[in-house]
């Protein structure tokens, strides 16, 4: 797995150094992000009878909350996939509540089985994205190019919009009852946004960006 980074300082042309380093390899371009949902329900605008205010009442003191991390690929010729892992945190001392670099390489793994060929990484510049034994690791095997979003730019990564469907469609609104119902719905949510490649393939659009890697964002 050959880790190769953008060849230029970070900027706006990061994602597109990525699609034409994928196209030039054969590779599927793999975009990743990471989120967390919690018991602690937020508000989203719904339908109601007129004249009658849904109130929603949630425990604010829950602890219950669990982290993902998900990878949109996409490639011409092929449907665009989601591929996501949750991690309930433990509240234990010691416990890590985020994930590490090893569960970021056994995603990256699982990326690379599951499509079946080399994939360039797109993802942001997280301490735990650069740490040196993720590098090390990705250095010594063949399959994985990885680039370097530019800092704070969520504008480019279509995985934030992956997160914005599933807060709206399924955890809006909400009482959890317990840790157990949230994970079952947080994995239901993703699991029909998995089908719907429809809205992959509109999360990347709303970036701006496309499969053509001769196509700049508007503005640009």
Not at 70 to 79: H, I, N, W
Not at 90 to 110: I, M, N, P
């Amino acid at each position: 797995m050959s880790v190769r980074r953008c060849p230029r300082a970070p900027c706006t042309s990061a994602p597109r150094c990525g699609k034409a380093t994928a196209a030039a390899l054969g590779a599927w371009p793999v975009f990743e992000d990471e989120a967390a949902v919690s018991m602690t329900s937020h508000r989203s605008r719904t339908w109601a009878p007129r004249g009658s205010t849904p109130v929603v009442r949630f425990n604010g003191a829950s602890r219950g909350r669990i982290s993902m991390a998900a990878l949109v690929c996409f490639k011409s010729g092929e449907r665009s996939r989601l591929i996501y892992r949750p991690r309930i945190q433990s509240h234990h001392r010691g416990a890590h509540r985020c994930f590490t670099w090893q569960d970021y390489r056994d995603l990256l793994v699982r990326a690379h089985l599951q499509l079946g060929g080399p994939v360039v990484v797109i993802w942001d510049n997280l301490a735990v994205h650069r740490c040196s034994r993720l590098r090390e690791y990705a250095a010594d095997r063949d399959g994985f190019t990885i680039v370097q979003l530019p800092s704070y730019a969520p504008d480019l990564n279509p995985v934030e919009g992956i997160w914005s469907l599933l807060r709206r469609s399924t955890t809006a609104n909400v009482v959890f009852h317990d840790r157990d119902g949230l994970v079952q719905a947080v994995r239901s949510g993703l699991r029909r946004i998995q089908q719907r490649t429809d809205l992959l393939e509109g999360c990347l659009a709303e970036t701006g960006l496309s499969l053509n890697t001769t196509t700049e964002r508007k503005g640009q």
